[in-house]
């Protein structure tokens, strides 16, 4: 089951990361505009895109995998390896546009 603090969160900022790369592009002229549009895409295709697309389909496998077959057991093995390749890819991607937004927002304080 899915948190509804969490889905709120995680798909609110989605949301709010999509007028950002919209007002960035109407602004492209005015300072942290260029860190605007790549944080906020970092966000939607690093973070929300790798979950939706990768992480998701393999939570989803695993779900329905027997834990005590011998195919549960290799699900699991590879779900290790690649469910964490892809947090890791989640989590640079998520670090890197908070670093991108708040040099923008840097940017247009000074």
Known sequence: M???L???VFFGTAVACI?????SLLRWHQPGAF???VGSL???VGTLG???V?????NEALAIADPNST???RLWSDYLVNWTIWNHVRTVAALAAAASLTIALCDRAS
Do not use: K, M
């Not at 007028?19 to 007002?23: K, L, P, R, S, Y």
């Open 2 to 4: 899915i948190n509804p």
């Open 6 to 8: 969490f889905f709120t």
């Open 19 to 23: 007028f950002v790369a919209v007002f």
């Open 35 to 37: 860190y605007l549009l």
């Open 42 to 44: 970092l966000y939607l």
């Open 50 to 52: 790798v979950t939706i």
């Open 54 to 58: 990768f992480n998701v389909p393999l």
């Open 71 to 73: 195919e549960g057991a």
